[in-house]
Structure formats: structure tokens, C-alpha cells
């Protein structure tokens, strides 16, 4: 059983460019969430989508948007990249169990996206 | 969401049990506790969680206090491969969603 895969593991862009990451959930999990990790940081929470919708938002700006596709997979992607955008973005699948959401949630290795 | 406090990092030797303690003083009631320990270059996994009670599992147990304003992550018996971040984290039932949130974790280190 495959867990939570994510692509690409290594990114390399520059300072105003458009990046998509990608995330396949684990089997039979309909949530995904996506959180950016800094170095030396703990995660932190950016959002999550159940049901095609965006159902919680982090704190960060409207740069950073998302979608869930109707296989549950999904893509976080980020317009006008930063310096500060350099960091490693982490997937987390889990099951919503009827919109309780009582489940752990079960990560992915992550995007390591360096922008120069 | 209610703060966690926990050290930044502690340090056991292999085969000993390791207790990794955290304080929550503003709990509410609705509030499950949860860890989940990030290995070096991988994603955080899930450890165990709990209410009230405390909580076994295979990976580890769960001691919360009586008035839920602390808890106690036991390792019963470390290994190299435990050496990780723990993070403990508060995270309330509702139905819009499940999202962690973390904080800057205990470094645990595991000599020979």
C-alpha cells in the first residue's frame, strides 16, 4: 500500500516565478493537506481540502492556492515566488470519516523548493 | 489554538526509557492531545494521541495528567532509530477540519 507521495522531491526556481507541487494521498483517504516547513521550524499549516473545496487556510497570503481533483490527489501551487518561499512542503493525507475528521494524518517526504 | 510547551531538546541513551513531557496549561475540554515525531529528511509520522486517559500503543504510551495541563510522551525503550523531533499538539474535534498545529518540537537524541 503506497503512502502519501509527492512530486517533484527537489525544485529549483527564481525570484518571481510560478511553481506547482503535487500530491497523491495515501489509499483510501480523501483529505489532503499541504504545510510549509522552514529550516530549523516546526511545520507549519498552509491548507486543507475535502471535497474539491478548500476547507481550512493557514495564515499565508492569497499567493499560495490549491486544488483537490476528483481522485482526491491535489496541487499546491505558489505565483510570484519569494526568497522566503524556500523551504520544504510537506502533503498530509487522513480520512474525513463523515466530516468528523478524527483521523491522524499521514505525511509525505515533502517538496524541497529553493528559490534563488 | 491553545500553546504547547515543550523542551527543545533532550538526550537518552540506547535501551533506556525516555519520557518526553509537555505542558498545556490552556486546554480547553473538547482538546485531544497529540504527538507526531519527525525523523531526519522525512515527514512527520503520527504516534498517539488521547483524551482523558492514558494511552498504549507499539510505538509508545501516553500519560496525561489529571487536570489535562500536562502530558507525558514514555518511550519504553529507546533506540537510534527514535532520535527524532517530537512534537506535542493540541488539536480540537470539530467537523471543518483537522489541522495541526505545530511548534518547534523536543529534540530527541539516542547515544549508544
Known amino acids: 500500500d503506497a503512502g502519501v507521495t509527492q512530486s517533484p522531491t527537489h525544485l529549483i526556481k527564481t525570484r518571481g516565478q510560478q511553481v506547482t507541487l503535487r500530491c497523491s494521498p495515501k489509499?483510501?483517504?480523501?483529505?489532503v493537506s499541504w504545510y510549509q516547513q522552514a529550516l530549523g521550524q516546526g511545520p507549519q499549516f498552509i491548507f486543507q481540502y475535502y471535497e474539491e473545496e478548500e476547507r481550512q487556510r493557514g495564515n499565508f497570503p492569497d499567493r499560495f492556492s490549491g486544488h483537490q481533483f476528483p481522485n482526491y490527489s491535489s496541487e499546491l501551487n505558489v505565483n510570484a515566488l519569494l526568497l522566503g518561499d524556500s523551504a520544504l512542503y510537506l502533503c498530509a493525507s487522513s480520512l474525513a470519516a463523515g466530516g468528523l475528521f478524527r483521523n491522524e494524518q499521514f505525511f509525505g517526504p515533502g517538496t524541497r523548493l529553493t528559490v534563488l | 489554538d491553545a500553546k504547547t510547551t515543550q523542551p527543545n531538546s533532550m538526550e537518552s541513551n540506547e535501551e533506556e526509557p525516555v519520557h518526553l513531557p509537555c505542558n498545556h496549561s490552556t486546554i480547553s475540554g473538547t482538546d485531544y492531545i497529540h504527538w507526531y515525531r519527525q525523523l531526519p529528511s522525512q515527514g512527520p509520522e503520527y504516534v498517539i494521541h488521547?483524551?482523558?486517559s492514558n494511552v498504549n500503543n507499539r510505538m509508545a504510551s501516553l500519560a496525561i495528567a489529571e487536570d489535562r495541563k500536562s502530558s507525558t510522551l514514555i518511550l519504553h525503550r529507546a533506540t537510534l532509530r527514535d532520535a527524532a523531533v517530537y512534537y506535542c499538539?493540541?488539536?480540537?474535534?470539530?467537523?471543518?477540519?483537522?489541522?495541526?498545529?505545530f511548534g518547534t518540537g523536543t529534540q530527541l537524541k539516542v547515544e549508544l
Open positions: 489509499s483510501g483517504h480523501d483529505t
Open positions: 499538539i493540541l488539536r480540537r474535534l470539530t467537523g471543518g477540519g483537522n489541522k495541526l498545529t
Open positions: 488521547g483524551l482523558t
